[in-house]
């Protein structure tokens, strides 16, 4: 059975005039009407971590408990920049802020999620350059002003296996992808990121000997993510970001809480 | 000079469609627009604490240095209940959720602030109780479900002063204001709150030997918040709360980045 013109023509327009789904309000999220995702790992003593000198597992000791005090309370030691953490200016760049000042605006953000996972599993010394961003971004529109950008290279997957997410060959050193400088540079100062996260131990890429990624950032005064989990549950776009870095005064950075708010109204 | 007695009609005419100040929207935040009141003291070995057997205070050591190792980096040792914190259901009743199992979405909500800064000036034992929080919903309306609820004592501005914060006495016992155990229950039965929040080192009070409305929120899988800070600078209503504790893995608590986001679109 053929339909009418007109019944076409007249669902056309109604679906012109379909009210858009809303943007979704702080209302919406405290009410417990979005989807969170934590993007945070838990902090144990297996947590991977970078291996430089003196730095040491997470440690957990257990101080008190419901039996013999009737409370059950733990202390901690950890180095700052394991587990899902953020990296602060100062870690890389003399005179710049802190954990502690990072302006609480700048850790609210639009998430994209950059893919790279298929490229990183084929090179493990994979970066992602500037010239990767801008096809990206042919394909899916600008990284917004003041994005936190997530890359997701399929590292998540060797979370638990730190030998393998290291990724430390026979002669000592190190392989997981990474940013490039050229994309910390672009998106940093054409794109004005508020932030450069991965799902590996350093947004600079395991063979790196000077750290460039961490230094662009540092003088930008921009922070990095680092362990980052779980970005195979997010969209390209649609997601906002929200980063909450242990306050450490004076810290080059600390263990970090990372929920993304998903947004269905900003899905294509 | 008169105005017309139309003039005055077409002016409140007009009020009376004025466009309404819109709720914001995580685009608004995401963007920077709206105000953010960061409720997190930095950690520091200076940091009050509850003055318990094996509590020793915060702990920050150099590891790498610029100058020395081209990177700054520290590590840092703590009691979980040091500084700003969240207490998980884990901390006083068995078998109940630790810091890493709260739900990300419990993390959200709208904030209240219940001031009672006068009444615990004049009196340090002060606790708030269920008929206070009932009178208060009488002048403020009811506390929203699933509202994250801060009580401002006043006690912040004793934060510097170790010894005043923690009020002790010549016998060696803390006064500094609370809730009481039945404000709890109602708040956290009637109004399903998500969390209660104080400004001082506990949610119950100083003179507390039974810690009951620790109990009332484990029970209820609700989360306390305490040392919070800057509750001096937040309005009545009209804000949402973000909850951001260290991920522990079965931790009994953690330091906890809190903001308050400002909603300029709710204000009497």
Same mark, same amino acid.
């Given at each position: 059975?053929?339909?009418?013109?007109?019944?076409?023509?007249?669902?056309?327009?109604?679906?012109?005039?379909?009210?858009?789904?809303?943007?979704?309000?702080?209302?919406?999220?405290?009410?417990?009407?979005?989807?969170?995702?934590?993007?945070?790992?838990?902090?144990?003593?297996?947590?991977?971590?970078?291996?430089?000198?003196?730095? !040491?597992?997470?440690?957990?000791?257990?101080?008190?408990?419901?039996?013999?005090?009737? +409370?059950?309370? $733990? @202390?901690? #030691?950890? *180095?700052?920049?394991?587990?899902?953490?953020?990296?602060?200016?100062?870690?890389?760049?003399?005179?710049?802020?802190?954990?502690? !000042?990072?302006?609480?605006?700048?850790?609210?953000?639009?998430?994209?999620?950059?893919? +790279?996972?298929? $490229? @990183?599993? #084929?090179? *493990?010394?994979?970066?992602?350059?500037?010239?990767?961003?801008?096809?990206?971004?042919?394909?899916?529109?600008?990284?917004?002003?003041?994005?936190?950008?997530?890359?997701?290279?399929?590292?998540?997957?060797?979370?638990?296996?730190?030998?393998?997410?290291?990724?430390?060959?026979?002669?000592?050193?190190?392989?997981?992808?990474?940013?490039?400088?050229?994309?910390?540079?672009?998106?940093?100062?054409?794109?004005?990121?508020?932030?450069?996260?991965?799902?590996?131990?350093?947004?600079?890429?395991?063979?790196?000997?000077?750290?460039?990624?961490?230094?662009?950032?540092?003088?930008?005064?921009?922070?990095?993510?680092?362990?980052?989990?779980?970005?195979?549950?997010?969209?390209?776009?649609?997601?906002?970001?929200?980063?909450?870095?242990?306050?450490?005064?004076?810290?080059?950075?600390?263990?970090?809480?990372?929920?993304?708010?998903?947004?269905?109204?900003?899905?294509?």
């Amino acid at each position: 059975m053929r339909s009418a013109p007109w019944l076409w023509l007249a669902l056309v327009a109604l679906d012109a005039v379909a009210i858009p789904a809303q943007p979704p309000t702080l209302a919406d999220l405290a009410s417990g009407k979005l989807e969170v995702v934590d993007l945070s790992y838990p902090l144990n003593a297996q947590n991977a971590y970078w291996p430089a000198e003196n730095y !040491r597992p997470f440690q957990l000791d257990t101080i008190a408990t419901l039996e013999n005090n009737g +409370v059950l309370s $733990k @202390a901690f #030691a950890s *180095p700052e920049h394991l587990g899902t953490h953020l990296d602060a200016p100062n870690h890389f760049v003399a005179g710049k802020p802190g954990v502690d !000042r990072l302006p609480p605006e700048s850790l609210f953000g639009p998430g994209v999620v950059i893919d +790279v996972a298929g $490229k @990183a599993s #084929a090179d *493990p010394d994979f970066r992602l350059t500037a010239e990767h961003v801008k096809l990206w971004e042919q394909q899916h529109g600008p990284v917004p002003a003041g994005a936190i950008v997530l890359l997701h290279t399929g590292w998540g997957r060797f979370w638990n296996h730190a030998d393998r997410y290291q990724g430390r060959d026979a002669g000592g050193r190190l392989h997981f992808p990474g940013y490039a400088a050229d994309a910390a540079e672009y998106l940093t100062k054409e794109r004005k990121v508020r932030g450069l996260g991965i799902d590996t131990l350093s947004v600079d890429y395991g063979q790196s000997r000077d750290f460039e990624v961490h230094k662009v950032l540092g003088h930008a005064e921009r922070f990095g993510l680092e362990n980052v989990a779980h970005l195979d549950k997010l969209p390209t776009r649609g997601f906002y970001v929200f980063v909450a870095p242990m306050k450490i005064e004076t810290g080059s950075g600390g263990p970090t809480r990372i929920f993304a708010i998903l947004d269905e109204s900003d899905r294509n």
